[in-house]
Nanobody
Framework: QVQLVESGGGLVQAGGSLRLSCAASGRSFRTYAMGWFRQAPGKEREFVAAISWSGGSTCYTDSVTGRFTISRDNAKNTVYLQMNSLKPEDTAVYYC?????????????????WGQGTQVTVSS
């Protein structure tokens, strides 16, 4: 079983940066792929970024490519999402998720474990 706790959200002006962290419990963390998803008010949850168990493979949704970077530190059981050049449309609750399959994937239903989310608000 993997439990996930996100942190690092907050209020930032457009053009600013935030780094989200997701701390995982459980010895099997290093075998899991990790993903970040977000959900804005009135919208469905959408994929943001994912990283494979080794960190060797990553993928991003088009709207964040070049601005966001996902990374992981298996020694610390933590995955990060560095968000730069933030835009008001990035405002959402951000969730991290774990997938025991191990490969970076974009579909939310393929992730077995989810955190509670952290709010990111970008003001214009």
């Amino acid at each position: 079983q993997v439990q996930l706790v996100e942190s690092g959200g907050g209020l930032v002006q457009a053009g600013g940066s935030l780094r989200l962290s997701c701390a995982a419990s459980g010895r099997s963390f290093r075998t899991y792929a990790m993903g970040w998803f977000r959900q804005a008010p009135g919208k469905e949850r959408e994929f943001v970024a994912a990283i494979s168990w080794s960190g060797g493979s990553t993928c991003y949704t088009d709207s964040v490519t070049g601005r966001f970077t996902i990374s992981r530190d298996n020694a610390k059981n933590t995955v990060y999402l560095q968000m730069n050049s933030l835009k008001p449309e990035d405002t959402a609750v951000y969730y991290c998720a774990a997938d025991k399959y191990g490969a970076a994937r974009r579909i939310s239903t393929e992730y077995e474990h989810w955190g509670q989310g952290t709010q990111v608000t970008v003001s214009s």
